[in-house]
């Protein structure tokens, strides 16, 4: 078994998180490290990881600020690879894997690169929501030949993109591609990065390899759904997808990505203030262009 650290970023979720470090115990073929950002939590998690800490073998990076998920990744990706770890396997803190996860996910990252060579940049899971529906919000984009692994016997399905619910990556990955981009703070973040690992040849997603993400509503990114309390959320998503389809695809990829989010919202009757707050970020995006971080 290669050498695994099992990166988890957390904020706010004490209770769920207990249930992933048990679920990450409780691997078929455990993780060597385990390691957990908590992004200044304000809900006695501190506290609780403090006295897991020996306990259950955790390498505990605990933070000032809430560097959000981007960032919290960034930082345990950087602290698995010092430790020496050979692959980085990725989750938020309400992500539950199965008993086998990781170890499917090895055999098949390891099967992907007998066929397709040492290119292959990641391997993810499928992820389940928790009543078993397929969780809307972490469907990976496939590459127009994605049985091409199937169809020889593989458990695997090549993808472009997936979210950081159970993600593994290898250790040269990081060295040549760097980290993820810790300015977005939350979402895209796993998008662009997924899209910077696979330029040269996709990733897969390994089909016995099962997690659950025990989130809030089962629903996807959807621009017509913009309300008061999730603005604060696709504010970040929109300035970050501006700054990328700008600045890595060009300026038509922008001006598309801005038409499909005002004429969502319009579809979907968005507020005329938190649409004004959704095309001050479009323009954000402009001038929004954070650089790599890399490990060495």
């Known amino acids: 078994m290669a050498r695994v650290a099992a990166v988890v970023v957390t904020f706010n979720r004490r209770a769920k998180l207990e249930t992933v470090l048990d679920s990450l115990a409780a691997q078929s073929t455990p993780p060597e490290w385990i390691v957990v950002v ?11 990881l403090a006295g897991e800490k020996d306990r259950r073998g955790l390498e505990l990076v605990s933070l000032d600020t809430n560097t959000g998920g981007a960032g919290g990744f960034s930082t345990g990706m950087k602290h698995a690879y010092d430790l020496g770890a050979e692959f980085v396997w990725i989750m938020d803190d309400d992500c539950y894997p199965g008993p086998d996860a990781l170890e499917k996910l090895v055999s098949g990252f390891d099967s992907a690169v007998g066929e397709l060579g040492g290119d292959v940049p990641f391997s993810c899971s499928v992820v389940k929501f928790i009543d078993g529906s397929l969780c809307e919000m972490n469907n990976p984009t496939p590459t127009w030949d994605w049985g091409r692994l199937l169809v ?6 090549m993808v472009r993109t997936c979210s950081f619910v159970s993600v593994l990556i290898p250790r040269w990955a990081i060295e040549k591609h760097g980290l993820p981009y810790r300015d977005y703070f939350i979402w895209f973040d796993d998008h662009e990065y997924t899209l910077r690992l696979s330029a040269v040849c996709p990733g897969v997603q390994v089909l016995d390899s ?7 509503d089962n629903k996807g990114v959807n621009f017509g759904g913009i309300t008061e309390a999730n603005a604060w959320k696709f504010a970040y998503g929109v300035r970050n997808e ?5 600045h890595h695809e060009g300026f038509a990829s922008y001006l598309i990505f801005a038409a499909r989010v005002t004429l969502l919202m319009r579809r979907g009757r968005v507020a005329s203030k ?4 959704m095309t001050k970020k ?3 995006g402009i001038t929004f262009n954070p650089k790599i971080e890399r490990v060495a």
């Open 38 to 48: 908590d992004n200044a939590s304000t809900d006695g998690t501190g506290e609780y």
């Open 282 to 284: 479009l323009l954000r």
């Open 274 to 277: 938190l649409r004004w707050r």
């Open 152 to 157: 020889k016997g593989q458990q695997n399905v």
């Open 242 to 246: 501006a700054s990328y389809r700008l």
């Open 210 to 216: 099962v997690v659950v993400h025990d989130m809030g």
